[in-house]
């Protein structure tokens, strides 16, 4: 079946530094990769997503890469802060009905001041 | 703009006893519709999905059912509760055809 991986499950950095979260996918036909940002006791919220007819997609400090030979898809957070600390969930849509999202396990991240 | 509304925030219920969990969407039509389920300090599990009134699909199968009884109304119920039912109870909205998902503010359910 459909399969997202999803590491680290926990990530710790300085508060200036960069951060990285990897996932990678089993089905060759997927396009559209999320990933969402729940804050403690919150509803994930999407922060950021990328199609499959590109390679990378920026918004102010995170950015998304994609590539499709291997099934990988990145998130990079740079010059943490705080505030982003929270858990990450990266996503894939599977082909098939209902176009339903599979989920990563979540990595936590937590930036130190 | 669109919203997603769930009720009631926080339940606290006995093991047993019954439930039922309303989310309403606003400011879209026929929308596919989406029930996650989150264990404390877990993932997203998906539990059932609609893409039309009285259309539903399960993922898990289990002690809840899920129904569609208008186009922007989706609820999740159950019988008898059981202590494994406890956690944060997610309902999500997407366009049909669209891919983004939007999650509303989720229930938090404690079963004692």
């Known amino acids: 079946g459909e399969n997202v991986e999803q590491h680290p499950s926990t990530l710790s950095v300085q508060e200036g530094d960069s951060a990285v979260i990897k996932c990678t996918y089993s089905?060759?036909?997927?396009?559209?990769f999320p990933w969402y940002k729940q804050e403690l006791g919150k509803r994930p919220q999407l922060i950021i997503d990328?199609?499959?007819?590109?390679g990378e997609k920026k918004d102010q400090r995170i950015a998304v890469t994609l590539n499709k030979t291997a099934k990988h898809f990145s998130l990079h957070i740079t010059e943490t802060q705080p505030e982003d600390s929270a858990v990450y969930f990266c996503?894939?849509?599977?082909?098939?009905?209902?176009?339903?999202?599979?989920f990563g396990s979540g990595t936590q991240l937590t930036v130190l001041p | 703009s669109q919203t997603i509304h769930q009720w009631p925030a926080t339940l606290v219920q006995p093991v047993g006893s019954p439930l039922s969990l309303e989310c309403t969407v606003e400011g879209t039509s026929n929308p596919n519709l989406y029930w996650y389920r989150q264990a404390a300090g877990r993932g997203l599990q998906l539990l059932f999905y609609s893409v039309g009134i009285g259309q539903i699909s399960s993922e898990v199968p289990q002690n809840l059912s899920a129904s569609r009884p208008q186009d922007r109304q989706f609820i999740l119920s159950s019988k008898k509760l059981l202590l494994s039912d406890s956690g944060f109870y997610l309902c999500?909205?997407?366009?049909?055809?669209?891919?983004?998902?939007?999650f509303g503010p989720g229930t938090r359910l404690t079963v004692l």
């Open positions: 089905d060759s036909a997927s396009n559209y």
């Open positions: 999500a909205w997407q366009n049909t055809g669209g891919n983004e998902q939007f």
């Open positions: 990328i199609r499959s007819n590109v």
């Open positions: 996503a894939a849509l599977f082909s098939g009905s209902a176009r339903q999202l599979t």
